[in-house]
């Protein structure tokens, strides 16, 4: 079973960007956005991996107590159609244009042969694809119109940032999202608890089959399904597990768990990429079991791919 990265989102390839800026543009109408939140009160959780499943080099333990403030998030990660709103409204210019390509899963391509640039060193499924963008999720042929409520994707943890100043909001601390993520269970290996489908029943988007060829759909998807599209976890937020991998605020140090703050930790100063939480629809035990509540893996800030979205959070206090 692998446990390196680009199993499960394409890291940036040393590229020279174009020259287009990535700038806000402020206009008369920037007022943010609204957003369907959650307010969990905070306390204390355990954190981390109880059953010693993760990959060594992920850092998921030991398990160590944490006491969180107050916060408000996301019931759902950020869908095109919101994201649409932030381009419309700023003019910004995301990464994956400014580099004119980005990753597609390869069974997802939506372009024209000349568009397919090539596939991922170690990781043939993925596909360095000329104008694959949020706008165009899967290659030039596609528009995230098509997909509103889906979430958005290859979206840089920089363009998360960005949209986050717009909206008035941030990323959630990895430590946040695991307590948001938990639902208010303890100690499960799931956000819904241990088994993976209860009763038969799908509880996220996740691969099906052989990976990375055959995917049986099994939970009606291939690619990126709606947002609420399976049960929400106990604190009523949906696809915390699966769908898309989500950026969080802190950098990836896979000994950080070792001497991490008790109160309101906020990850290391330095690492080697930004924390990503949940997993996505390309996930599978055969060689990616990232889909449980305690995993963590990351990715460099100016990477994008088909896989990856975020979802923000604000201060208890602020209006949702």
């Not at 963008?133 to 979430?151: C, R, V």
């Not at 109160?263 to 079991?289: E, K």
């Not at 800030?301 to 206090?317: E, L, M």
Request: glycine share 10%; hydrophobic share 30%.
């Amino acid at each position: 079973m692998s446990n390196t990265t680009n199993c499960c989102s394409s890291p940036r390839e040393p590229l020279i960007k174009t020259r287009q800026p990535r700038v806000l543009r402020q206009t008369r109408s920037l007022q943010g956005a609204r957003h369907q939140d959650v307010g969990l009160s905070g306390g204390r959780f355990a954190m981390g991996d109880a059953f010693a499943e993760g990959y060594p080099s992920d850092g998921e333990t030991p398990v160590h107590e944490v006491k969180l403030d107050g916060f408000r998030i996301d019931a759902t990660p950020v869908t095109n159609s919101m994201f649409a709103d932030f381009i419309r409204e700023t003019g910004y210019c995301t990464e994956a244009e400014q580099y004119g390509t980005s990753a597609v899963f390869h069974m997802l391509v939506r372009a024209q042969p000349r568009d397919i640039l090539g596939a991922a060193a170690g990781a043939p499924w993925w596909l360095n694809v000329r104008g694959a963008n949020w706008a165009h999720p899967a290659g030039p042929s596609s528009s995230w119109e098509d997909i509103e409520n889906h979430p958005v994707v290859h979206v840089s943890h920089h363009d998360a940032l960005a949209y986050c100043a717009w909206a008035r909001r941030r990323l959630p601390t990895e430590a946040e999202w695991e307590y948001a993520a938990r639902g208010g269970l303890e100690g499960m290996r799931y956000c819904w608890g241990n088994d993976l489908t209860p009763g038969g029943e799908h509880r996220c988007n996740i691969w099906q089959g052989t990976f990375p060829k055959i995917n049986t759909r099994d939970d009606g998807h291939l690619g990126t399904a709606p947002t609420k599209s399976f049960p929400p976890n106990g604190y009523g937020l949906y696809e915390m597990a699966g769908n898309v991998w989500e950026w969080c605020g802190d950098w990836f140090l896979p000994k950080y768990y070792r001497n991490s703050p008790t109160d309101n930790p906020l990850g290391p100063s330095i690492g080697a990429g930004r924390v990503m939480r949940g997993g996505s629809y390309l996930c599978h035990d055969s060689y990616c079991n990232r889909y449980r509540v305690a995993a963590r893996t990351s990715n460099t800030p100016d990477s994008s791919s088909g896989n990856c979205g975020f979802r923000t959070v604000a201060a208890s206090g602020d209006e949702p």
